[in-house]
């Protein structure tokens, strides 16, 4: 069993930065890749970034390519999501996740993930 906290989300200006945290118990970070997806209202839960269990690949969506950092402390369970450069459309929840055992890798889509945290919001005013 796996259990994912987020935290660090809050209320920034455009232009601004926040780095988010994820948290896991359960089994050692290191045994597998995670993931950030995020949902704004009204909208469906989109893919952000991913991260190999190594640590030393990474994948992001188009829309945070250059502005987004997603890492990877494995020696402390920790995932880091660092958002530099935010805009207005960057307001969504967000969320960690655990990709199913055996997918590959990156994994896009939600389905493809079976553990979640409860999510962080991150709201950025224009």
């Known amino acids: 069993q796996v259990q994912l906290v987020e935290s660090g989300g809050g209320l920034v200006q455009t232009g601004g930065s926040l780095r988010l945290s994820c948290a896991a118990s359960g089994r050692p970070f290191s045994n597998y890749a995670l993931g950030w997806f995020r949902q704004a209202p009204g909208k469906e839960r989109e893919f952000v970034a991913s991260?190999?269990?190594?640590?030393?690949?990474?994948y992001y969506a188009d829309s945070v390519k250059g502005r987004f950092t997603i890492s990877k402390d494995n020696a402390n369970n920790m995932m880091y999501l660092q958002m530099n450069s935010l805009k207005p459309e960057d307001t969504a929840v967000y969320y960690c996740?655990?990709?199913?055992?055996?997918?590959?890798?990156?994994?896009?889509?939600?389905?493809?993930?079976?553990?979640w945290g409860q999510g962080t919001q991150v709201t950025v005013s224009s």
């Open positions: 991260i190999t269990l190594s640590g030393r690949n990474t």
């Open positions: 996740a655990r990709p199913q055992y055996g997918s590959s890798w990156p994994a896009l889509e939600p389905e493809r993930y079976d553990y």
